[in-house]
């Protein structure tokens, strides 16, 4: 390898590590206060209506946000590493969009066929008789379709800026729903579950003409930039290396099948579905099992702990899985490392400042957040906090194993650690579902971590 070439690939390596950086603090920035907006949300919804009524919220929240990550984020996922993946290798993305698309449209129209089979279900057990509540789940779930496709296709451009502000747009108006309750512009229950609606929705205009402007701008700037003598020395490049390339067409073409890709989605589904039943599930086992919506808003708002930093967290989990996906293609594994370790750092340090945070002041900021309704132990916020950190250590790894395809032995991860989580959970040992949650969230985000680390060292050659 000569000095230019050398040069070239340090200064690629670079430019990569600077993208995965750039990119992970813009959306940062932007999901960070997105996350601050959704808990905003929460709390002016328990401020504003009573212990059943806001449980009720809870439970539509549970539902639609468990919902749309299990259907639609496998499909964000595979745009984001496939158009990585591709454009590193300057690969054609006509067909995995197309397929995609396809693959979101099933699920969109599996989850809708489902959805009304058990109609009458939901509404009487879930929703305590709420066809209201009923079809704003319906039509929010939905509308996140486009919204999933749009964040996959931004991520999968390293456009993160723009992918940090679709999300908080949603996040914003969702907001605006119950503060226009609690100024008396709006009033009850159903107004502030409208605004679960609202933020989807929003997302059917703003996903087409962010990446139709991106579009118009990126073809501008290419135009600006090529003089008319790079374009002829280009064109005299890729006629040299013609001849050299002609009997590997098919193989630098790459491509894509809907088997690769449903294969993906299908085990990022699964994944998906396991990462929410974590996440999700304890409420809707308190709703049915100890005292109904009002236990269940108690588990929702404890677990409002783990869930505001997996806001953060997708945006190093939405810029990490391109960026690693470029590595691999480049088996830039020392830079891939360095990258894991950074992340694995950072999560640590977030969940370590937390923990003190909680231990200082974690029951009086429960409270002030929530109400004086609910009563919290120090102990078991720390536990929490400490298993959100430990979580989102096991969330890194699992980016690294969909950046390998080693998806079918991520799947094997997850549901264990799930397995173990919902057993827990159904078992009678400890009658407080609150308790249940304290132990068994850290403890299977352990199991979780233990697996994936084991994973990652396997699949991963050293430099």
């Not at 949300?41 to 449980?55: N, P, R």
Request: charge should be neutral; hydrophobic fraction near 55%; proline fraction near 3%.
């Amino acid at each position: 390898m000569n000095s230019r070439e050398t040069g070239a690939n340090a200064a690629a390596t670079g430019s990569k590590t600077s993208d995965y950086g750039r990119g992970a603090a813009l959306l940062t920035v932007g999901i960070g206060v997105t996350g601050l907006v959704t808990f905003a949300y929460l709390s002016f919804a328990s401020h504003t209506l009573s212990k059943e009524q806001y449980g009720q919220i809870g439970l539509l929240w549970s539902a639609v946000f468990l919902i749309t990550p299990i259907f639609y984020r496998p499909v964000e996922q595979l745009l984001a590493r496939t158009i990585a993946e591709r454009r590193a290798r300057d690969q054609t993305l006509a067909g995995p969009l197309k397929i995609a698309a396809a693959i979101q449209l099933t699920l969109g129209l599996a989850f809708a066929a489902l959805a009304l089979a058990f109609q009458d279900r939901l509404i009487d057990d879930l929703f305590d008789g709420s066809s209201t509540l009923y079809w704003i789940m319906f039509s929010s779930v939905l509308a996140y379709a486009v919204s999933y496709f749009g964040r996959g296709l931004l991520a999968g451009n390293q456009r993160f800026g723009l992918y940090g502000l679709l999300v908080l747009i949603e996040a914003s108006v969702r907001f605006m729903f119950p503060v226009a309750v609690a100024v008396g512009l709006l009033s009850g229950q159903n107004a502030i579950a409208l605004g679960i609606l609202a933020g989807p929705v929003i997302s059917l205009f703003v996903v087409p003409l962010a990446l139709m402007g991106r579009q118009r701008a990126a073809r501008a700037a290419i135009s600006d930039r090529r003089s008319a003598a790079e374009i002829v020395e280009d064109v005299s490049e890729e006629m040299e290396t013609l001849d050299a390339a002609s009997g590997a067409i098919d193989v630098e073409r790459g491509e894509f099948t809907m088997s690769e890709g449903g294969g993906f989605a299908l085990a990022a589904l699964v994944i998906m579905a396991c990462e929410q039943a974590i996440l999700n599930a304890a409420p809707f086992i308190a709703n049915s099992t100890a005292g109904g919506a009002a236990a269940a808003a108690a588990v929702i708002n404890i677990l409002v702990i783990a869930r505001a930093p997996m806001q953060l967290f997708q945006s190093v989990a939405t810029s990490l899985l391109p960026h690693l996906s470029k590595l691999r293609a480049a088996d830039d594994y020392g830079e891939y490392r360095k990258s894991v370790r950074v992340t694995l750092l950072a999560i640590s340090g977030v969940a370590v400042v937390g923990a003190l945070v909680m231990l200082i002041c974690g029951p009086w900021l429960m409270r002030l957040v929530f109400g004086s309704q609910y009563e919290y132990g120090r102990l078991g916020l720390i536990a929490i906090t400490v298993g959100m950190g430990i979580y989102l250590c096991a969330a890194t790894l699992n980016q690294t194993a969909l950046a390998a395809k080693r998806t079918g032995a991520a799947v094997a991860c997850w549901l264990t650690a799930t397995i173990a989580f919902l057993a827990w959970m159904l078992s009678p040992i400890v009658e407080d579902p609150l308790t249940r949650v304290e132990i068994g969230y850290p403890a299977s985000s352990l199991i979780l971590f233990t697996l994936l680390f084991v994973l990652y060292q396997r699949v991963t050659p050293r430099d």
